[in-house]
């Protein structure tokens, strides 16, 4: 179960925060964050070896776009195609309001359930596909402004242990300062072990279990706006990656 933070600030300087977790098989091949498809040259993003997709990345116009399974659909299906090709096809566009208007289309039949989101320096959207009583259903929202946890479930979904437990905490935490460096409060929350005792391990944000399953890797993204970039030439996205359990890994920058 993987854990996805976006916190949107409209007219803000830095308008988009994102702070992510993966929770993988810890076996499960991979590489971090890089220019790793030769047809794909703008984008950068983690590459999953196994099924040839990525679970997080950006592009060279600041779109965002991360894929998220949902409760019960963990690892591949014969008969459906891999959901890390989608954040892939989400970076082909140049802005996520395109990239939402394409992903409306989507066969709800082809993927297991998944969550995705996605996001530039504008717009923020989630994708969601889950099982109806009427079978498979896909459906884009948009995300307000705020601060939005998704896990399994769905956004800022207090059924979820994760979310119950931490979503207060964002709300009341340090927000990141992309210009100091400063994300020491997200670096914390996304390298905690505490959980509700009624709840379990899973219920913390950074996990590992005796099967192998766990937290992997962690990133840390922010989107500066047009107006801030323009006032300060030369202005990129932060994007910082740990390559382990952010309690054990540092966060280093992303270098194109």
């Known amino acids: 179960m993987c854990t996805f933070a976006i916190l949107r600030r409209p007219g803000h300087d830095w308008p988009v ?5 993966r929770d993988e098989m810890k076996d499960r091949p991979w590489h971090a964050p890089g220019r790793h498809w030769p047809d794909r040259l703008d984008v950068l993003a983690g590459k999953d070896d196994l099924a040839g997709g990525t679970w997080l990345g950006m592009n060279d ?8 399974n949902r409760r019960g659909s963990l690892g591949p299906k014969e008969g459906y195609r ?9 970076l082909d566009h140049a802005d996520a309001a395109a990239a939402a208007e394409a992903l409306a289309e989507i066969n709800p039949n082809a993927y297991r359930p998944f969550n995705i989101v996605f996001a530039d320096n504008r717009d923020a959207y989630w994708l969601r596909l889950a099982e109806t009583h009427w079978g498979p259903h896909a459906e884009v929202k948009q995300i307000p402004p705020g601060i939005s946890l998704i896990t399994s479930s769905d956004r ?3 059924s979820s242990a994760r979310i119950r437990t931490y979503l207060p905490q964002f709300e009341k935490a340090e927000i990141p300062d992309p210009i100091s460096g400063n994300w020491s409060a997200w670096q914390s929350l ?4 505490m959980y509700d005792p009624d709840d379990g391990p899973e219920g913390a944000m950074m996990i ?7 937290t992997v890797s962690s990133s840390l993204i922010a989107l500066p706006s047009p107006e801030y ?8 996205p932060v994007y910082m ?3 382990g359990a952010p309690v054990d890994a540092e966060y280093l920058p992303v270098v194109a």
Do not use: Q
Not at 17 to 21: L, S
Not at 61 to 68: K, P, Q, R, S, T
Not at 82 to 90: A, F, K, M, Q, V
């Open 17 to 21: 925060i994102i702070g992510a977790n």
């Open 190 to 193: 996304f390298a905690s072990r």
């Open 241 to 243: 990656f740990a390559a």
């Open 82 to 90: 891999s959901r890390g090709e989608l954040p892939l096809e989400i």
């Open 208 to 214: 590992s279990t005796d099967s192998g399953f766990g």
């Open 229 to 236: 970039v323009d006032a300060n030439p030369g202005t990129k």
């Open 61 to 68: 116009f600041g779109v965002v776009a991360g894929v998220l």
């Open 156 to 158: 800022n979904d207090v």
